[in-house]
């Protein structure tokens, strides 16, 4: 192990973020979310980085050779609409900096910035390279940036995702569980309420017959959740409703529960023959395993945190990330951003306390791996 690295200065990570989160860049605004990458593309070019524009928006930044490179994963999209700084602008108070898309995850991107800048700085780049790979729409399901996300993946030797680590601590990511997502259309018959109800078919009343059986395949102790988040349905209070929508958010621990309920719920069926099923959705992220190989990844970054000075745990949790997509690909490790809180809250924020020891710890982790 070399020399660990020395802590930034608050003061010179504090500009960078600063600039970014001054570009609100919700998922829905395309030109927004590009701003941001122009500046990181700015960052990067200075450091010598090769750039490439892939299709739907993502970018990518190859530092060194590039021979089974360490991909660091991060992404520009905000959950937060424009003009959400006049109400919420960016602002430090004591030890934490507060502002939209912070913690989640613009002081990530400024962290790999400041690792790549501490690494060039030092003589260079570690043997194979390292690629920082910007996606556009990670908090939206990644559909656009997944096969980029996949093919990078395939190529690394490690991936690192700076998504920050678990809310007011030093713990970083081992595990997400992957996250699925169902809508239920249930099609029925309208009539009059009131003059012939018996000629309707209620799209309702048969989506509260099914709402039970669908929270029944929730299994807690295998790490499943299943929950009826949305319901949309009727016309008028007079009208046998012939339409009723059911919105499901699926949370599963491994592959095989993701499997199990997803034909649990094509096997749904109406208990009255006029009422017609229709689903759509399914699994979206899968679930990123806790396996060995993260674990080798986890226990080589937290000997590297004891020689910062400090005390680095680990936990699996039921929120997805594109670390989902890289972790049955290559040997991943998620929650190396800014530690914090408030995630998609609107008292986000990053502590400054303790940001530059986890900069620093992605520092000597890029040059290790």
């Not at 996300?149 to 809310?167: G, S, T």
């Not at 009422?275 to 190989?293: D, I, S």
């Not at 699996?316 to 190396?336: E, H, I, K, Q, R």
Request: some cysteine; aromatic content about 4%; hydrophobic content about 40%.
């Amino acid at each position: 192990m070399t020399s660990p690295a020395s802590l930034p200065d608050v003061a010179q990570l504090l500009p960078d973020l600063h600039q970014l989160v001054e570009i609100e860049s919700p998922s829905g605004d395309a030109q927004a979310i590009s701003r941001v990458m122009d500046v990181v593309e700015g960052w990067a070019r200075a450091l010598g980085a090769e750039v490439e524009n892939l299709a739907g928006g993502t970018r990518s930044f190859q530092f060194g050779e590039q021979q089974r490179p360490a991909l660091i994963l991060t992404h520009a999209d905000t959950v937060w609409p424009q003009g959400t700084l006049e109400g919420m602008p960016f602002r430090v108070e004591g030890d934490r900096v507060y502002g939209p898309g912070t913690y989640d995850m613009k002081a990530g991107i400024v962290s790999a910035i400041h690792a790549l800048r501490a690494l060039h700085a030092s003589g260079g780049w570690p043997l194979g390279g390292i690629r920082l790979l910007i996606t556009p729409d990670e908090e939206i399901g990644s559909h656009s940036s997944r096969a980029h996300i996949e093919a990078a993946a395939r190529q690394a030797r490690a991936v690192l995702v700076v998504e920050p680590p678990v809310a007011d601590t030093h713990a970083l990511k081992t595990g997400r569980k992957g996250v699925g997502s169902f809508v239920l259309t249930l099609h029925g018959v309208a009539s009059h309420a009131g003059n012939k109800p018996e000629e309707g078919a209620s799209a309702i009343a048969e989506a509260a017959r099914l709402i039970p059986a669908i929270h029944a395949l929730a299994q807690p102790e295998a790490g499943t959740t299943v929950s009826v988040g949305l319901i949309r349905g009727g016309s008028a209070v007079n009208v046998i409703p012939a339409r009723c929508t059911l919105e499901v958010d699926v949370r599963v621990s491994t592959l095989a529960e993701g499997e199990r309920v997803t034909a649990s719920m094509q096997a749904l069926t109406s208990s009255d023959p006029r009422v017609r099923l229709e689903l759509g959705g399914g699994l979206n992220r899968p679930p990123f395993e806790r396996g060995p190989q993260t674990l080798a990844l986890y226990a080589r970054a937290q000997a590297l945190a004891g020689s910062l000075g400090f005390q680095l745990s680990e936990a699996v949790v039921g929120g997805g990330s594109d670390g989902n997509f890289t972790a049955p690909l290559s040997p991943t490790l998620d929650g190396l951003g800014a530690p914090g809180d408030g995630a998609h809250a609107t008292h986000e924020h990053v502590r400054l306390d303790r940001w530059p020891q986890h900069v620093a710890l992605l520092t000597e982790l890029l040059r290790e791996v």
